[in-house]
């Protein structure tokens, strides 16, 4: 008997290991690989990587990828670089992809690794955007913008494609499709591209222009060089949009099309997602039998997948169930939904609600439907313990909307049952969820129209970028174009001046009248414009630094680039840090201009010193300064004043304390003056120095009207034969 219950233990030990090993290796795991060159093991960057399952990723500049899958999935790379290469999974070890021929058409010249290290910094910027494109809609398009104006004057018209159709696919997940479609176009015109055409068509479909989506895509379906995958895609559009137009005979075609290549190819979540639309498809014809079959096929299916997708599929077919009033059974199938659900992950049920959308589905949501399928059969005993159940579980989750439906319906319930205590109970409760409903829709509107005017703002700074870049393209193909014709007849410079005249003429035009269309903007808008004005550092600080790092190199002076560029870099990144604030502290401030001016000194060491002086006993840490503001009149005494002057001039930064309240900044110079600065500058610096100035006078008039009228600035000449020059800056405590 001992020896018979020992074979029996022996036989279920083994049968639960074997379970476990079946259901771990159905488990999903994360696979992490790389896709390189075989040749030289040049990384490929930008690769897409999807299984079978619907997960997606892309390589990032080093070739490498990370991606969920479970044992058995199906592996996909594919990319205009080479042909498409699929991977089973097979174990948790390694993928690694080695590309042949690539480093044929990639390898070269010196100008080709210039051009790849470029690629290479577009791509980060483009991963780092699609990394928060969930999470964090600002930095994401933030991080295409910077995409945007990294192409320079490469003017690469395939990487510039690649940022508008990620800046599409960022706008399409927010659902702003309008944005969407209009970026995508614009990645089109950049480069014509079956992805991107694809991209497109869906945004079109989101936005319910179905006509639009068959027009995009009907070229499409002769496209030869097509992925399985985006075949599968083509044609289950295709039948998403004749759905929409009610053309359910054209959307089944599409759709079986579709499945066949799904089938050929093993794609799973793709079968079970065609067979389902099939079914969606006869349900809509009152096709009965036939939506019944094909839903069937989904369920079955899907019970071989993951849990969520069983969920999903079970609620379509009971809502199916629920249409042609077969609620016992739409019954059975949601409290299958429920047991699903308790056994998913916390997170894994987040993701599902989301993905879903508006009727997501949750425990509170189906526990509401099984309460209307008992009503429907006017069993109200059996329907109270789920709208009961579905107010408890809204409440925990903060659902309004099903709550507000689940106690409204409650005390219908009651009141059909003669219960008019409880009815009158439920429907206070009701009135109670109405109003807190409406408050927070407030608030969503209020949310919505913020987070509108923050995608528009974003908007109008990528296409800011997009003209910055074209007109950079233009005047450095312009810059070519006249050395070549340099050379050639006196006729043909005329012709040169006068499209130059012209050219002239239509950006002057174009400046005039984009700073009109804008000016009532910014005008309405001052914190806008105050964080336009306190991100800008004088462009001739920067351009001039990095002529001297030039000049360091030029003379072979390695050690004082390498000082000059650390030291600058800890300016630029200081600057950064404060870029968002109105106001730091005064000790951040003079650590800021100390730094800015042993830069100067250091460029301009022959021509002037410099002393900061600061009366010992203010209390520095009390006081608060916009940043960067003093930079500007430094500058403009170094540049203006003391590097013209003939001898060797002094700078002096003087700080002292008016009342405990008030401090004076004075900055002064005994360079030439302004008049003969005035004088010795080209019609271009005089612009310069207005539009500088001007900024600065609006920083401070936006500030002052913002926080009261704390600092005051006066420019006077240091001595009365007009040498030398005075600002004198009066700051008071906040």
């Known amino acids: 008997m001992k020896h018979v219950i020992h074979i029996v233990l022996t036989l279920l030990l083994g049968c639960t290991w074997g379970w476990s090993q079946i259901e771990s290796s159905r488990s999903p795991i994360t696979i992490e690989g790389s896709v390189r060159g075989k040749e030289n093991y040049t990384p490929i960057s930008g690769v897409e990587v999807s299984t079978d399952k619907g997960e997606y990723t892309l390589t990032n500049a080093l070739g490498e990828f990370r991606i969920k899958a479970a044992i058995g999935d199906i592996i996909i790379f594919e990319s205009p670089e080479f042909e498409t290469v699929e991977h089973r999974i097979t174990s948790g070890e390694d993928?690694?992809?080695?590309?042949?021929?690539?480093?044929?058409?990639?390898?070269?010249?010196?100008?080709?690794?210039?051009?790849?290290?470029?690629?290479?910094?577009?791509?980060?910027?483009?991963?780092?955007?699609?990394?928060?494109?969930?999470?964090?809609?600002?930095?994401?398009?933030?991080?295409?913008?910077?995409?945007?104006?990294?192409?320079?004057?490469?003017?690469?018209?395939?990487?510039?494609?690649?940022?508008?159709?990620?800046?599409?696919?960022?706008?399409?997940?927010?659902?702003?499709?309008?944005?969407?479609?209009?970026?995508?176009?614009?990645?089109?015109?950049?480069?014509?591209?079956?992805?991107?055409?694809?991209?497109?068509?869906?945004?079109?479909?989101?936005?319910?222009?179905?006509?639009?989506?068959?027009?995009?895509?009907?070229?499409?379906?002769?496209?030869?060089?097509?992925?399985?995958?985006?075949?599968?895609?083509?044609?289950?559009?295709?039948?998403?949009?004749?759905?929409?137009?009610?053309?359910?005979?054209?959307?089944?075609?599409?759709?079986?099309?579709?499945?066949?290549?799904?089938?050929?190819?093993?794609?799973?979540?793709?079968?079970?997602?065609?067979?389902?639309?099939?079914?969606?498809?006869?349900?809509?014809?009152?096709?009965?039998?036939?939506?019944?079959?094909?839903?069937?096929?989904?369920?079955?299916?899907?019970?071989?997948?993951?849990?969520?997708?069983?969920?999903?599929?079970?609620?379509?077919?009971?809502?199916?169930?629920?249409?042609?009033?077969?609620?016992?059974?739409?019954?059975?199938?949601?409290?299958?939904?429920?047991?699903?659900?308790?056994?998913?992950?916390?997170?894994?049920?987040?993701?599902?609600?989301?993905?879903?959308?508006?009727?997501?589905?949750?425990?509170?949501?189906?526990?509401?439907?099984?309460?209307?399928?008992?009503?429907?059969?006017?069993?109200?005993?059996?329907?109270?313990?789920?709208?009961?159940?579905?107010?408890?579980?809204?409440?925990?989750?903060?659902?309004?909307?099903?709550?507000?439906?689940?106690?409204?319906?409650?005390?219908?319930?009651?009141?059909?049952k003669g219960d008019f205590t409880k009815a009158l109970e439920s429907y206070q409760n009701y009135v109670a969820v109405v109003d807190s409903l409406y408050i927070r829709k407030e608030q969503e509107i209020s949310r919505a129209a913020r987070f509108n005017r923050e995608i528009a703002t974003s908007q109008n700074r990528i296409s800011s970028l997009e003209q910055e870049r074209q007109l950079s393209q233009s005047k450095y193909d312009l810059a070519l174009t006249e050395q070549q014709l340099f050379e050639e007849t006196s006729k043909r410079q005329k012709w040169i001046i006068y499209t130059l005249l012209m050219g002239i003429l239509l950006l002057g035009s174009t400046a005039f009248f984009f700073y009109r269309s804008n000016r009532q903007q910014k005008l309405a808008n001052n914190l806008l414009a105050l964080k336009s004005l306190r991100t800008q550092m004088n462009p001739h600080f920067i351009f001039n630094a990095l002529n001297s790092v030039n000049n360091f190199i030029a003379k072979s002076d390695e050690r004082s680039a390498n000082r000059f560029l650390s030291e600058f870099s800890i300016l630029m990144r200081s600057v950064l840090e404060n870029s968002e604030e109105d106001f730091i502290p005064l000790s951040k401030e003079l650590e800021l201009l100390e730094l800015y001016v042993k830069l100067e000194h250091s460029r301009f060491e022959d021509k002037f010193d410099y002393q900061i002086d600061i009366d010992p006993s203010i209390d520095i840490e009390a006081f608060q300064i916009p940043p960067m503001l003093l930079q500007p009149y430094i500058e403009n005494a170094i540049w203006h004043g003391l590097r013209y002057k003939e001898e060797k001039g002094m700078l002096n930064i003087k700080m002292n304390s008016l009342d405990a309240d008030t401090l004076k900044i004075e900055i002064t110079d005994d360079g030439i003056g302004r008049k003969k600065s005035a004088k010795l500058k080209t019609q271009h610096q005089k612009k310069q120095k207005s539009k500088g100035m001007g900024n600065i006078k609006r920083r401070l008039d936006i500030l002052n009207g913002m926080h009261g009228n704390q600092i005051e600035v006066e420019v006077n000449d240091l001595k009365t034969d007009g040498s030398g020059t005075k600002v004198t800056l009066k700051l008071k405590k906040r």
């Open 95 to 416: 993928v690694d992809v080695l590309v042949e021929g690539y480093a044929d058409s990639k390898a070269g010249s010196v100008s080709k690794k210039r051009v790849s290290r470029g690629v290479l910094n577009h791509q980060r910027y483009l991963d780092s955007a699609i990394f928060y494109k969930t999470t964090d809609l600002e930095k994401s398009i933030d991080f295409i913008a910077k995409s945007i104006a990294d192409l320079g004057r490469r003017g690469n018209k395939n990487e510039l494609s690649e940022s508008l159709t990620a800046l599409g696919e960022i706008y399409s997940y927010h659902q702003q499709y309008d944005l969407a479609i209009a970026n995508f176009k614009d990645a089109l015109t950049a480069k014509k591209s079956s992805k991107t055409t694809l991209l497109l068509a869906k945004a079109y479909l989101d936005n319910m222009e179905y006509g639009k989506t068959e027009a995009e895509l009907t070229p499409l379906i002769k496209v030869k060089n097509l992925t399985a995958v985006q075949r599968i895609e083509l044609y289950e559009t295709l039948g998403d949009a004749y759905n929409g137009l009610s053309d359910f005979g054209k959307a089944e075609d599409f759709y079986r099309e579709g499945l066949k290549i799904a089938e050929k190819n093993q794609l799973s979540s793709k079968i079970i997602d065609l067979n389902s639309k099939i079914g969606d498809s006869f349900a809509k014809q009152n096709k009965v039998l036939e939506a019944e079959g094909f839903y069937t096929n989904s369920l079955n299916l899907s019970r071989s997948s993951a849990p969520s997708r069983v969920v999903k599929e079970n609620e379509k077919v009971a809502d199916f169930y629920n249409d042609k009033n077969r609620f016992d059974e739409e019954i059975q199938l949601r409290k299958q939904s429920l047991d699903e659900l308790e056994q998913l992950p916390k997170e894994n049920n987040r993701g599902l609600v989301s993905e879903v959308g508006k009727d997501s589905i949750t425990a509170q949501r189906i526990n509401y439907k099984i309460a209307n399928a008992y009503i429907a059969q006017n069993k109200l005993d059996e329907a109270i313990p789920y709208l009961q159940k579905s107010i408890v579980e809204a409440d925990t989750e903060n659902d309004l909307v099903v709550k507000k439906d689940a106690t409204r319906k409650l005390s219908e319930v009651y009141r059909y």
